[in-house]
């Protein structure tokens, strides 16, 4: 059975600063897996997607890595923004028979201070 | 695009009552899942379609829960009779299958309160 941590469960910092993300899980046959955000009280937005033959993908201030072999993925966030302050998830996509179910962090509470 | 579409967005019900909620998927979207969210236990899948059909209801918590899709653009969650402890955000996603990303969209949940 998929579990995916992640590390820190919640995190402060000023705003200007880069910040990392960490996400592990335990079986590397994944299909992909997904960043969301989600803001209090609201739902998911996907940030980013990593394919299980990709080893990062870009968007804007935000750079997420995949490391199948070790079960590791990291979100880095360049020059935070009070407005990044939010929860962020990630999910692993099961392959084979499984395809298609999301199996979900706890989260990381990112709080970005002005 | 609308996105996901849930509703209601707040329900408040007294134990034993029965609770429907409803989603409506993204059009041109073939699969869809309902998904669970405590403080305790996180996000968790609770069942997941793909064209109409339901493949996966392993995490569906017991047989006072039920789900259906009757036509591709509408999916309902039923709880009969509630409990307490189903009060939860709820959760609908949907993606298109067979698509490279296999990426998910969700919708806006919807907060549930069992007295």
């Known amino acids: 059975k998929q579990e995916v941590t992640q590390i820190p469960a919640a995190l402060s910092v000023p705003e200007g600063e880069n910040l990392v993300l960490n996400c592990s899980f335990t079986?590397?046959?994944?299909?992909?897996l997904q960043w969301f955000r989600q803001d209090p009280g609201k739902g998911l937005t996907s940030l980013l997607l990593?394919?299980?033959?990709?080893r990062e993908q870009t968007s804007g201030r935000l750079n997420a890595s995949l490391d199948k072999s070790s079960g590791r993925s990291t979100l880095y966030i360049a020059a935070s923004q009070p407005g990044d302050s939010a929860t962020y998830l990630c999910?692993?996509?099961?392959?084979?028979?499984?395809?298609?179910?999301?199996?979900f962090g706890q989260g990381t509470i990112l709080t970005v201070h002005p | 695009d609308a996105g996901v579409i849930q509703s209601p967005r707040h329900e408040v019900t007294e134990m034993g009552q029965e609770v429907t909620l409803r989603c409506k998927p993204i059009?041109?979207?073939?699969?869809l899942f309902w998904y669970r969210q405590t403080m305790m236990r996180g996000l968790e899948l609770l069942i997941y379609?793909?064209?109409?059909?339901?493949?996966?209801d392993s995490g569906m918590p017991e047989d006072r829960f039920s789900a259906k899709m009757p036509n591709a653009s509408f999916s309902t969650l039923k709880i009969q009779p509630s409990e307490p402890r189903d009060s939860a955000v709820y959760f609908c996603?949907?993606?298109?299958?067979?698509?490279?990303?296999?990426?998910?969209?969700f919708g806006p949940g919807t907060r549930l309160t069992v007295l």
């Open positions: 996603a949907s993606r298109v299958l067979g698509t490279g990303d296999n990426e998910q969209f």
């Open positions: 079986d590397s046959a994944i299909y992909n």
């Open positions: 990593i394919q299980s033959s990709q």
């Open positions: 999910a692993a996509n099961a392959g084979g028979t499984s395809y298609g179910k999301l199996t």
């Open positions: 059009s041109g979207h073939n699969s």
């Open positions: 379609f793909n064209n109409n059909v339901p493949i996966d």
